[in-house]
């Protein structure tokens, strides 16, 4: 439907029709506003919060890399180091 087909049929409407249609049309805007006024509420909540998480910079500086992880081989090893005759190889075929 364009424009000019929804104003047409809104003109075409009896004035209690118009008036119903008015009501639905604010309280939409409404509510739509109350929901947006809340996201964007939240949002710098959110980002307030986030900052007073991360803390000074000197404990920025403190983060240590992850320790490397053991290799399926080493895994396998320290699961059933005797259950199990395992090889390593380089190449699987």
């Given at each position: ?48 919060a ?14 240590r ?29």
């Amino acid at each position: 439907m364009t424009k000019g087909e929804i104003l047409a049929r809104y003109k075409d409407m009896s004035a209690a029709d118009q008036l119903s249609f008015d009501r639905w049309l604010k309280a939409n805007m409404a509510i739509g506003s109350i929901i947006a006024v809340g996201l964007i509420a939240m949002a710098l909540a959110g980002a307030g919060a986030e900052a007073d998480s991360i803390g000074p910079r000197s404990a920025i500086a403190d983060v240590r890399p992850a320790p490397i992880s053991p290799s399926p081989y080493e895994l396998m090893l320290r699961l059933a180091p005797d259950a199990l005759p395992v090889q390593q190889v380089d190449e699987p075929f």
